[in-house]
């Protein structure tokens, strides 16, 4: 399916930017009936205000956009940096805070970053982690993992992690210490750049009133 | 070599299959026929150049470009774009003569892409090149023919984005940037990172007004009217002369009645770093990407030795096939006006049928073997011919 001139199609990731995300549009009168993360429904559409919601999974929805299949959509930065897809990105929603962390076993840590010599490092962020090792000149050997990245410390398949981190709560049940930040994180309303000239009015209208809404609250 | 080797085809290559081939063909010869009804000339160079010719102009050979050896250990880059060859043709081929020089070509490029849809490695481009010429008449004119030809082509719903190099150029110079923030605020433009620029400008220290526009630019779209606003808004020479550029290349548009495609975009500045004037990319619906684009590139000639203002623009064959199919504009032209078949001892007289048929201008297949009446009709419907023939005694 692709966007119908119309149309606004918008794509909202499931999991945690979820909520938020249909919260924040409905503020600036982007909303429709039904739209729930379990939705039976695929496409979700607004009749009245031309508007048409699709749910995917979060690391699937850069790709939609890129396509054209959706003219935007929210999601989290640390998605973007990792995903690299041509995007348009055009605002920061100053929710879903987080940050990439490199961590290491407590009783493992060392006192400078390049006291890391050839490592192994576990990580769901392969690409961002290897952007990062690279910068610093340090040769790493990224393992990548789908999930409880925390456990291969432990276990003795890597000396190191790269994991996202909100409160820091997992990392210190698990005796891991923070090394470092890769970077910070928060949601983010992307656009297809054709969608983007295409549409320019709306979408335009759309940022403009969004960033109004997150000004007030964020005041 | 196992049968599955045999069937493969190279990563981000595709075949062009019965029915697409020529509605493709059909396609680029329109095209071709609208090159030359402006006075374009048609030329072709090698497939493959030796990479000196192409590395010669900035920004040209990239980690994308496919490379490899010929016989003496010479590197060899398959052409990934025509500008570059046209421009060496030019300056060794074609120094004398007019000064201006209008040139065309439809012919496939090169290019490592992540592949996705109408992005392969290998991509069909037409376009032309109007070299010798700096006035906005001259980049008029190439808007203009990309937009008829695209029209011609069998698109209508497009949009043409027209911004300018030195609109940008001019607000960093304003801003005194240094060399290093220049290109990070750049590749921002570039990605349209509108909180990674807001951020960087935010880092930064220079006038108010100049940070408002920065902040603004990925978002400064529209029309006539946005032109004129901001001309009482920018204060630099470069910024307000390019501003005006664009002003009377939409001018001249209007006189090709085509200024309702177009819609300013003052962010737009292309992938290629050998732009200098206006550039210009093309949307339609139904294409996340753009289907053509171009602009105006006054140093490139100089790398070969012969200097000369140039402007022209490339559209991707492939990518407006895609479209044309997407919008339901595309009908595959697989099929024949007639099917002729023949009774026994009766192909001699058939092919004196058919020929007379062909020079009708039908279009015509001829059985290759013996077939009953019912035979034939079968055939003739398996073979997508809309009539039948049947030569007897």
Known sequence: MLTNSEYITIALPKGKLFARSVELLSKVGYSAENVVEDSRKLVISNEETKVRFIITKTVDLPTYVEYGAADIGIIGKDVLLEEDKDVYELLDLKFGKCRLMLAVPEQKRREKLTDYAHLRVATKYPHSAETYFKKLGIQTEIIKLNGSIELAPIVGLSELIVDIVETGTTLRENKLSEVDVVYHATARLIANRVSFKLKFDRLNKLVEDLKKVIDEENK | MSTKDILEIPYGTKDILPGEARAKRIMEDKIAANFTAWGYDEVATPTFEYLETFSSCVGNVTEESIKFFDRNNRTLILRSDMTTPLARMVATRLKDGDRIKRLSYIANIFRHEETQAGRQCEFGQAGVE????????????????????????????????????????????????????????????????????????????????????????????????????????????????????????????????????????????????????????????????????????????????????????????????????????????????????????????????????????????????????????????????????????
């Not at chain 2, 946005?226 to 009482?232: F, R």
């Not at chain 2, 006054?298 to 402007?311: C, I, L, Q, W, Y």
């Not at chain 2, 339901?328 to 020929?355: G, P, R």
């Open chain 2, 130 to 393: 109007l070299m010798g010429a700096v006035e906005p008449e001259a980049d008029a004119e190439v808007i203009a023919l990309a937009i008829t030809s695209l029209k011609k082509a069998g698109l209508d719903n497009f949009v043409v984005s027209l911004g300018h190099i030195d609109f940008l150029t001019g607000l960093m110079e304003a801003a005194d940037l240094s060399e290093d923030t220049a290109e990070e605020l750049k590749k921002l433009v570039l990605q349209h990172d509108a909180v990674g620029l807001e951020k960087l400008v935010d880092s930064l220290t220079m006038a108010v007004a100049l940070k408002k526009i920065f902040k603004k630019l990925l978002f400064l779209h529209g029309g006539e009217e946005l032109l004129k606003e901001l001309l009482t808004t920018v204060q630099n020479e470069k910024s307000v002369s390019a501003l005006r550029n664009l002003a009377a290349i939409y001018e001249l548009a209007k006189a090709y009645k085509v200024e309702q495609y177009i819609r300013f975009d003052l962010s737009l500045i292309r992938d290629f770093d050998y732009y200098t004037g206006m550039v210009f990319e093309v949307y339609t619906a139904g294409m996340g990407f753009p289907i053509c684009g171009g602009g105006r590139y006054d140093n490139m000639m100089e790398s070969f030795g012969t200097p000369s203002p140039a402007t022209g623009f490339a559209m991707g064959i492939d990518r407006i096939m895609l479209v044309l199919e997407r919008q339901n504009h595309f009908s595959i032209a697989s099929d024949w006006d007639v099917f002729v078949a023949w009774d026994k001892k009766c192909s001699q007289k058939a092919i004196a049928k058919t020929l007379a048929l062909r020079q009708e201008g039908k279009t015509v297949k001829l059985a290759v073997e013996y077939l009953t009446e019912a035979e034939a009709v079968k055939e003739q419907k398996l073979s997508a011919c809309k009539s039948l023939v049947y030569v007897e005694d």
